[in-house]
C-alpha cells in the first residue's frame, strides 16, 4: 500500500516538472522577442521635433508600424495644420503606400475617408490629391485592399461636391468602364455608376451615364452583368419614372432571361424593387409573366434562387396585389404554399423532413424560414376574413416545422399576426400553446419579445367588447408554467430572466386565483434557491407586480406574511438580502404608504443582522428609505430609521460598514437641502396616482365581493322560490287528479262517495318546514271561497285529516245546493 503511494507520488513529481520544463521552454521566445539596444535606438525619435517633422521623419526612415501609426493620425494633422499637412505629409504617404503592406493600406483607406468626411473646409487642390491616392489604388492586386479603398470611394461621394465628382471622378469613370478593362475595374465602375447616379439631375444621367449604364448590362462576363443590374435601381430613380419605362425596363426585361442564374436572381430583385415606379398595365401586362416565369422555373431547376425569392415574396406579392385578376392572386397563394412546406412531407397532417444532401436541406429550411419572416405580409394578401380558410393550415405547419430557425421566426412574429387578425385570433390559440411547449429555447427567446402584446391581442374576446373583457385560452396557464420550468433547467439563465420579465404581465390575461396557484410559489422558489442574481431579482419584481394586482385580501395577507417569514426573517443571509432587493422595487411599484405599512418596519429590524453583508446594503438603502416615509403621519417611522443611524454609528465594528453608515449620514442630512422642489412635487403626484390606484383595487375587491354574496343570496332566494312552486304545482295536481269538478256532479258524485276514504295519500317523503306549509296554506286557502274546489295541502297530521274530511263534507252540501238551485231555475 506504502510503495503504491510512494509510486504515485513520484509520478505525480515528474508530472510536475515536466510542466515547468514547458513554461520554461514557452518563456524563450519571449526573451528573445525583447528589443536589443540598437533596436531600440532606431525607434527613438528626437523629442524636439514637431509633430509634422516627426511625421516625416517616420514616414521616410521609420518601420511599418510606425508608418501606420502616422497614416492614421493623418485627420489630426489635417485638422492642426492641413497646408502643411498636405504639402509634406501626404506626399510621403503616398510614395510609402507603393511598398506598404495590407496594414497600410487599410490604414490610409480610412484615415482619407475621415479627412473627407470631416467638417473642415478642403481647398481643390486638396481634394484633388486624395481623390488621385484613392483612384489610384482601386485597382490594387489584393481584393481586400482594393474593396477597401473602392468603399472610400462610395462614402466620399456622399459629401462631395457635384463639381469635385464631375471633374475629378467620372473623368477616370468612363476609361475604366470600357470592355478593354478589367473586371474589377468594370465591377467598380458598375458600384461607382450606382452612386453617383442619385447626385445628379435626370438629364445629366440620361446623357452621360445611361450609356455606360447600358454597355455594362451588355458585358461579356456574367458578374459585371449582373453588378449593373442591381445598381439599376439607383439608376432608375435618377433618370425618373417615364424613362425608366422606356429605358431602364427593356434592359431588364431582357436580363432577366440572361443565362447565367446570378444575373437573373439580379433582375427579379431589381424588378421587386422597382414595383412602385410601374403602373397597373405594365405590372398585368409585363411583370407579372415574367415574375411567373422566374417563379417556375426557381421551383424546378434553380434551389439557390429559391432563397431570394422566398425572401423577396411578401414584397412582391404586397406590390402586385392591386393589379391582380382573381386567378393570378390565387396562383401566387398556391404558390406560396408550396415554398412553406419545399423539403417537407406532409404526412397525417404532420411536417416531416425527408433525407437530403446536407446543402441541399440547409437551402431548404432557408427557403421556409423566409417564407415564416413573410407571413404577416401574406396575411394582407389574403386578408384576415380569409385567413381560416386559406393560410392557417400553412401556419399552424410553419409553427411544427422540424427547423428550429423556421419556428423560431414564426414565434418572432406571433404578435404581428394575431394583431392583423383582430376578432378572428382565437383560430391561432393552439398554435400558440404549441411554440410555448416547443423543445427549443430558441423558439421559446422569440416569442418571449412581444409576449405582453401577444397574449393582450390574443384574449381579445372580439369587436364591441369592451375593454375589460377577456378570452380565456385554453392551456395557456399550464404551457406558461413549464415554458418557465423549462428554462429553469437550462444554463442560459438570460431567457429565464427574460421570461420572468415578460410574466409581470400575467395580471392583465389570466385570473388573479389561477396566478396565485400556479405562478406565486414558484416566484418564492427562484427567489430563495436559484443561484443566478439577476433572476433572482426579476423573479423578485414579478412577485411584487403579482402582489400589486392581487384583489383578494387574504391571499395579500397570505404573500406578505411569507415574505416576512421566507425573506426578511429567513435563515439565510442571501435571502436577507433579497429582501433588501425586494423593497427597492416595492418602493417603485407601491405607494409610500402601502411600502411603510408593511415592508419598512421589516427592512428596519436587518439593523440587527449578524451578517455584515446585509447591514452594509441597509446602509445604501436609507436615503431612499427616508423618501418612502411621509410626515408628519409617519413620525414614529422617522425616529426608528434615526435610531437605526444612531445604533449603527455606535455599536459598529465592520470597518466597510461603518464608512458606509458615515457616507449615508451626510447624504441624509443633504437629502431635504438638495433636491429641487419641483423633483419632489413630482414624486409626490406619482405617488397619490399610485395611492389612488391601490384604493381603486381596493373598491373593487369590495365591490366583487358584495356582488358575490348578492349573487349568493339571490341563487337561493331563487331556489327557494323554485322549491315552493314546485310544491304547490304538485300539490295541486294531486288535488285535481282526487276531486271531482263541479261541471260533471251528476256523473262524478258516486266516485267521489266511493273514493272518499283514499282521498288522503301517501305522505310526502322528508319533513316540511312549519313556516313554508304555513304560508302555502294559508295563501291557498285564502283563494278557496272563490273556486269551485278548494285545493287541498296534504300533510301528516290528524288535524288536518278532521281538518280535510270537514272541508269535504262542506263542499258536498255546497255542491247539492247548487244542485237544487238548478233544477228550480229549470
Given amino acids: ?59 521616410s526612415s521609420g518601420q511599418e508600424v510606425q508608418r501606420a501609426s502616422v497614416v492614421m493620425n493623418l ?70 485592399v482594393s474593396n477597401a479603398w473602392l468603399e472610400t470611394l462610395l462614402s466620399a461621394i456622399d459629401v462631395l461636391p457635384k463639381e469635385t465628382i464631375r471633374q475629378e471622378i467620372l473623368g477616370p469613370l468612363v476609361s475604366k468602364a470600357q470592355l478593354s478593362q478589367t473586371l474589377p475595374a468594370r465591377l467598380a465602375s458598375c458600384r461607382i455608376l450606382g452612386k453617383v447616379a442619385l447626385k445628379f439631375e435626370s438629364p445629366l444621367v440620361k446623357k452621360e451615364l445611361l450609356p455606360m449604364v447600358l454597355s455594362l448590362c451588355q458585358d461579356m462576363e456574367f458578374e459585371v452583368r449582373s453588378c449593373m443590374c442591381r445598381q439599376l435601381e439607383s439608376i432608375a430613380r435618377g433618370i425618373g419614372v417615364e424613362p425608366t419605362k422606356t429605358l431602364v425596363l427593356p434592359e431588364l426585361m431582357e436580363l432577366a432571361q440572361d443565362e447565367g442564374s446570378m444575373v437573373r436572381l439580379a433582375a427579379f430583385d431589381t424588378i421587386v424593387s422597382l414595383l412602385e415606379m410601374f403602373d397597373s398595365e405594365d405590372r398585368t401586362r409585363i411583370i407579372f409573366p415574367l415574375v411567373k416565369a422566374f417563379c417556375e422555373k426557381c421551383f424546378q431547376a434553380e434551389e439557390a434562387a429559391l432563397a431570394s425569392l422566398s ?22 397563394l398556391e404558390f406560396y404554399k408550396k415554398l412553406c412546406i419545399v423539403g417537407l412531407q406532409q404526412e397525417n397532417g404532420n411536417s416531416e423532413a425527408p433525407t437530403y444532401p446536407l446543402e441541399l436541406e440547409s437551402k431548404y429550411a432557408l427557403v421556409r424560414k423566409n417564407c415564416a419572416y413573410n407571413f404577416p405580409a401574406m396575411v394582407v394578401y389574403v386578408q ?35 394583431k392583423l387578425l383582430g376578432p378572428s385570433v382565437h383560430c391561432i390559440h393552439k398554435d400558440l400553446v404549441i411554440l410555448l411547449q416547443d423543445d427549443s429555447l430558441e423558439v421559446l427567446d422569440a416569442l418571449m419579445t412581444h409576449l405582453q402584446e401577444t397574449l393582450e391581442l390574443a384574449t381579445l374576446r372580439g369587436e364591441g367588447s369592451g375593454p375589460e373583457t377577456k378570452v380565456s385560452i385554453p392551456d395557456l396557464v399550464p404551457a406558461l408554467a413549464a415554458a418557465e420550468q423549462k428554462a429553469a433547467a437550462s444554463l442560459r439563465w438570460r431567457v429565464h430572466e427574460k421570461l420572468l420579465q415578460r410574466y409581470a404581465c400575467l395580471p392583465r ?27 433572482q431579482k426579476e423573479a423578485a419584481r414579478t412577485l411584487c407586480v403579482f402582489l400589486r394586482y392581487n384583489r383578494k385580501q387574504e391571499q395579500r395577507q397570505e404573500i406578505i406574511s411569507k415574505v416576512a417569514e421566507q425573506l426578511a426573517q429567513g435563515r439565510s443571509y442571501w435571502n436577507r438580502l433579497r429582501y433588501l432587493d ?13 411600502f411603510c405599512k408593511y415592508f419598512l418596519v421589516l427592512a428596519l429590524e436587518l439593523v440587527n443582522d449578524p451578517v455584515a453583508n446585509v447591514r452594509y446594503k441597509l446602509c445604501r438603502m436609507l ?51 438638495t433636491e429641487p422642489y419641483h423633483k419632489r412635487h413630482e414624486r409626490d403626484l406619482l405617488d397619490q396616482k399610485k395611492e389612488t390606484e391601490e384604493a381603486l383595487l381596493l373598491e373593487m375587491e369590495q365591490l366583487e365581493r358584495h356582488q358575490s354574496e348578492g349573487r349568493l343570496e339571490s341563487d337561493k332566494h331563487l331556489d327557494k322560490k323554485r322549491k315552493e312552486t314546485k310544491r304547490t304545482k304538485l300539490a295541486r295536481s294531486r288535488s285535481l287528479s282526487s276531486h271531482p269538478s263541479t261541471s260533471k256532479m251528476t256523473t262524478l258524485e258516486k266516485p267521489s262517495k266511493g273514493k272518499e276514504p283514499g282521498t288522503c295519500p301517501a305522505p310526502v317523503k322528508g ?29 301528516n297530521t290528524s288535524s288536518t285529516l278532521d281538518h280535510r274530511s270537514s272541508t269535504i263534507k262542506e263542499t258536498r252540501k255546497l255542491t247539492m245546493q247548487r244542485k237544487s238551485n238548478s233544477f228550480g231555475m229549470q
Fill in 767 to 795: 319533513p316540511i318546514p312549519p313556516s313554508s306549509d304555513d304560508g302555502l296554506r294559508s295563501h291557498h286557502f285564502g283563494h278557496a271561497p272563490s273556486s269551485s274546489m278548494p285545493v287541498l295541502i296534504r300533510s
Fill in 623 to 673: 436615503p431612499r428609505l427616508k423618501e418612502s416615509i411621509r410626515l408628519p403621519a409617519d413620525k414614529h417611522l422617522l425616529q426608528q430609521l434615526e435610531f437605526c443611524v444612531r445604533r449603527l454609528l455606535c455599536r459598529e465594528k465592520d470597518q466597510d460598514v461603518v464608512a458606509s453608515v458615515r457616507k449615508t449620514v451626510l447624504e441624509l442630512d443633504k437629502l431635504d437641502i
Fill in 509 to 535: 390575461i389570466v385570473s388573479g386565483d389561477q396566478i396565485y396557484f400556479r405562478f406565486l410559489q414558484r416566484m418564492f422558489t427562484i427567489v430563495t434557491t436559484n443561484n443566478v442574481l439577476p433572476v
Fill in 311 to 332: 425572401c423577396q415574396y411578401g414584397r412582391l406579392c404586397h406590390g402586385l396585389s392591386g393589379s391582380f385578376t382573381e386567378e393570378q392572386h390565387l396562383w401566387f
Fill in 582 to 594: 425586494l423593497c427597492e422595487i416595492a418602493m417603485d411599484l407601491f405607494s409610500k404608504s402601502y
Fill in 1 to 59: 500500500m506504502f510503495g503504491n503511494k510512494m509510486t504515485l507520488n513520484q509520478s505525480n513529481l515528474i508530472g510536475h516538472i515536466d510542466d515547468l520544463q514547458d513554461l520554461t521552454i514557452i518563456e524563450r521566445p519571449i526573451r528573445r522577442s525583447l528589443k536589443s539596444a540598437e533596436e531600440i535606438e532606431k525607434l527613438t525619435v528626437d523629442e524636439d521635433l514637431n509633430d509634422i517633422e516627426r511625421a516625416v521623419y517616420l514616414l
Fill in 75 to 144: 485627420p489630426n494633422l489635417v485638422r492642426q495644420n492641413p497646408a502643411e499637412t498636405f504639402r509634406r505629409v501626404v506626399p510621403k504617404v503616398r510614395e510609402v503606400l507603393h511598398v506598404g503592406g495590407m496594414e497600410l493600406q487599410l490604414a490610409a483607406a480610412s484615415s482619407f475617408l475621415t479627412t473627407l468626411q470631416d467638417d473642415i473646409v478642403l481647398i481643390q487642390t486638396h481634394t484633388h490629391s486624395i481623390l488621385q491616392i484613392v483612384l489610384l489604388y482601386l485597382e490594387h492586386r489584393d481584393a481586400v
Fill in 384 to 418: 384576415p376574413k380569409h385567413f381560416l380558410s386559406e393560410l392557417y393550415p400553412t401556419f399552424s405547419s410553419l409553427c411544427r416545422d422540424p427547423e428550429i430557425s423556421v419556428r423560431r421566426t414564426t414565434a418572432a412574429g406571433f404578435h404581428e399576426v394575431a
